[in-house]
């Protein structure tokens, strides 16, 4: 069976870590994502979820969100005491885009995407910028998410408020408390298998460019991103069901939010792409370990059916 996705796995000795919990590996992990984005900072953290609910605590504003989206984005808005309501954007599927627009400063979702330099390239130094390490994106791991910004005090906030409330001091014992925070900090574990994949990154990126490239190529669509490569079809399930039964596993990303009564509240919102897309958008395998043959397969079985 063809998967959707790649999950990297690479195993490490955690005999090496003096602190499971919290070791040097997540701050360097910290250090080469900053690098990386080109940002000054960087707080890992346990998932970009997380990320997402710390950014907009106590914040207190509506945001205006596009309804094709991963739940979990809304389910920390929402949970971190703010209102939602959506949009007919449908465009920014697969790569970053503004959570909300602050007076001085904007919080930027790029969970399904990482570039080199790409913090300089999208945002002031006054903003945020958040990043995933979820399995099956880009640079996944065990899970995990990176929050980068230029903004010191912004970063001293998310530090502390990841680990607890806590101030930092090189001694355990002289942690004061700055006030009621999360335990939400990423662990060294987590950290690790981040900074071991991070080795193939390069080469991953050069393959998936690669097969977005000759999907684009072959299909006549003109995509860019590197975590989901979505097509529409007639009918997405009926596609879904007669591409499983050649062998290829096929997806749905993601089914309109301001569709589901959890959600919308018994409110109406206008979305008239959103959903049409409801039934026909498919995502294709974005997997680096596809080979040659089998992407061919793919596309031929795609253009069978379209």
């Known amino acids: ?67 094709i989206l991963p739940p979990v984005v809304v389910n920390a808005i929402i949970t971190s005491g703010n209102e939602v309501k959506f949009s007919d954007n449908v465009e920014w599927v697969g790569d970053s885009y503004v959570l909300h627009q602050f007076k001085d400063y904007k919080i930027v979702d790029s969970a399904q995407k990482l570039e080199k330099n790409q913090f300089q390239k999208e945002c002031n130094p006054q903003d945020v910028m958040i990043f995933s390490f979820y399995p099956t994106k880009p640079l996944g791991g065990a899970d995990g998410g990176m929050i980068v910004t230029d903004d010191y005090e912004k970063y001293k906030w998310y530090k502390e408020a990841v680990l607890n409330g806590m101030t930092y001091a090189e001694n355990n014992w002289e942690r004061g408390i700055s006030f009621p925070g999360y335990k939400m900090y990423m662990n060294s574990i987590q950290a690790q298998i981040i900074l071991n994949n991070f080795k193939f990154f390069h080469k991953k990126m050069r393959v998936l460019n690669s097969l977005v490239t000759t999907y684009n190529s072959e299909l006549g669509y003109n995509n860019t991103s590197h975590h989901l490569y979505r097509i529409e079809v007639v009918h997405n399930k009926t596609f879904i069901e007669k591409m499983e039964k050649s062998g290829i596993v096929c997806g749905i990303h993601y089914p309109p939010l301001h569709l589901n009564s959890i959600y919308n509240g018994g409110r109406k919102f206008d979305c008239p792409k959103s959903k049409k897309l409801d039934h026909r958008t498919v995502s294709l395998p974005m997997n680096e370990k596809l080979s040659f043959y089998e992407l061919e397969y793919i596309i031929d079985e795609v253009k069978e059916l379209i």
């Open 1 to 67: 069976m063809i998967q959707l996705f790649n999950v990297s796995n690479h195993i490490i000795d955690t005999s090496e870590f003096s602190n499971l919990l919290h070791d040097d590996v997540v701050e360097k992990l910290e250090i080469e994502i900053a690098q990386y984005v080109g940002a000054k900072y960087a707080c890992a953290v346990n998932s970009a979820t997380s990320a997402i609910f710390l950014s907009f605590v106590g914040k207190n504003v509506v945001l205006d969100l596009p309804s």
